[in-house]
């Protein structure tokens, strides 16, 4: 936060503070820290009050390290010379603290969200970006109601000449408030899925909250959507500004056409009026094609040289599926962070696409947040399966069964299905050969992660 004094917080906020004192009104202000744990000198404490726990009974201790806390509650014990701020909501008060640096920063500023890839793709733009650009950008997951103006306050530490942001919703009208703290002048919607339906009740739902992000947009800023994803195609003339679509259709503003695999990486021709070029990318999957088509397309919507922002592309790793070699010579395709049906389906063909020697695993684990649909949604990841190169499939938890089940009714493949995670291990350590290759992939909250750790 650079350059903030506690006048410019209690400016941002309305908050009150609570130790009447005009020197302490000038006292400048570094960071903003949520975790007490990790509170320095000249941060301000968020204390959250969450479901089991609530941050305020820290203050005390925190403000024996740092220079300022907000509070929902009164408080006559003072630390000398520390602000205490008093606020009707910390939360808002972090977004209208995110919000007020945001407005300061007069670069131009892109937004990502999306049901499936929202990460990825905001990777993606970022390295393209970084060919001719200080670019400032979401770091990790802090994408959400918390986690994305704790970014944005952040916005002015460095110069930087453009920013991306990533934006995550679960519950209605979450994207309201992430609008109104990010005010993208671009914007991207990667592609609508059923993560959070729970919450958001159907796809199209999810689309509207999504759509959202545009809210806040200035007259000239433009909206990327996926023309691929049919939920968004119908969007077109629809979202109250420019929009411009991306996909493999032939209606499409931005095109990828001649998808192929060439040495492990996927190729395209990018296609946009009269202008043809081939992009490589070296990761698996092709929806990450798509993913890469709308950072080139956001490249030439700035004017930026697009030999320079593919040979960046050329260069890209992912954050999410990382590709591990083992000692033993088979590989693991650690692709364990989240799940949706969506992203299980593209799993599903980036193993079957994989080319290797040896047996092709998948093991896929339970998803959550999918409501009362929960079953089906499961089972259709099952039906995906029909046609696919898999050697054998691997499912825990209860409600993977139905993927298991599915699975082995439509394709006919060799299923293994346990409730234990360490069984997983065991048996993948039972199996897996030189040549080999296994993906694994569910909710985060099934721990696949851990066998991956013991397989390596």
Do not use: W
Request: with cysteine.
């Amino acid at each position: 936060m650079k350059d903030i004094r506690v006048k410019d917080v209690l400016e941002a906020t309305k908050g009150e503070l609570l130790n009447k004192d005009n020197d302490i009104e000038n006292l400048v202000l570094s960071d903003v820290c949520i975790d007490s744990r990790l509170m320095k000198k000249e941060d301000i404490f968020i204390p959250i009050k969450g479901e089991k726990v609530d941050a305020h009974k820290f203050i005390p201790d925190v403000m024996k390290k740092g220079s300022a806390t907000f509070t929902e509650e009164d408080i006559t014990e003072f630390e000398e010379g520390k602000a205490y701020i008093k606020v009707d909501s910390t939360v808002k008060a972090l977004q209208d603290l995110g919000a007020y640096v945001r407005n300061k920063y007069d670069k131009p500023v892109i937004g990502v969200t999306g049901s499936v890839g929202k990460t990825t793709t905001r990777e993606m733009i970022t390295t393209a970006l970084s060919s001719a650009k200080e670019v400032f950008h979401t770091e990790g997951n802090f994408n959400s109601e918390i986690g994305l103006p704790i970014t944005t306050s952040r916005m002015m530490d460095k110069d930087s000449d453009i920013a991306v942001l990533e934006m995550g919703i679960s519950a209605p009208n979450e994207m309201d408030i992430l609008a109104e703290v990010a005010k993208p002048d671009i914007a991207v919607v990667t592609m609508i899925g059923v993560a959070h339906i729970e919450f958001l009740k159907s796809k199209e739902g999810i689309r509207d909250e999504k759509i959202k992000i545009c809210k806040n947009m200035n007259k000239d800023g433009v909206l990327f959507l996926n023309g691929d994803d049919p939920l968004l195609a119908e969007m077109k003339g629809k979202t109250g500004v420019k929009t411009s679509f991306y996909g493999t259709g032939a209606d499409a503003d931005y095109r990828a056409e001649d998808i192929k695999v060439e040495d492990g990486n996927y190729t395209y021709t990018f296609v946009h009026d009269d202008f043809r070029m081939k992009v490589k990318i070296p990761v698996l999957g092709k929806h990450n094609v798509l993913n890469s088509l709308v950072a080139m397309a956001i490249c030439d919507h700035l004017g930026m040289d697009l030999d320079a922002a593919e040979k960046a592309l050329e260069d890209f790793h992912g954050l999410r599926q990382n590709v591990l070699k083992t000692e033993k010579g088979y590989t693991v395709i650690d692709d364990t962070y989240n799940a949706s049906p969506d992203s299980m389906k593209a799993a599903i063909d980036v193993v079957s696409n994989f080319k290797c020697n040896g047996n092709k695993y998948i093991v896929l684990g339970d998803m959550f947040e999918l409501g009362v649909n929960e079953v089906s949604f499961h089972e259709t990841v099952g039906e995906y399966f029909k046609g696919k190169d898999i050697d054998e499939l691997i499912t825990l938890g209860q409600l993977s069964l139905n993927i298991e089940k599915k699975a082995r009714e439509v394709s006919g493949i060799k299923t293994v299905h346990t409730a234990k995670l360490d069984e997983v291990t065991e048996y993948l350590n039972s199996v897996l050969k030189k040549d080999d290759v296994v993906l694994l992939k569910a909710s985060n909250g099934m721990h696949l992660t851990e066998v991956v750790k013991d397989i390596v």
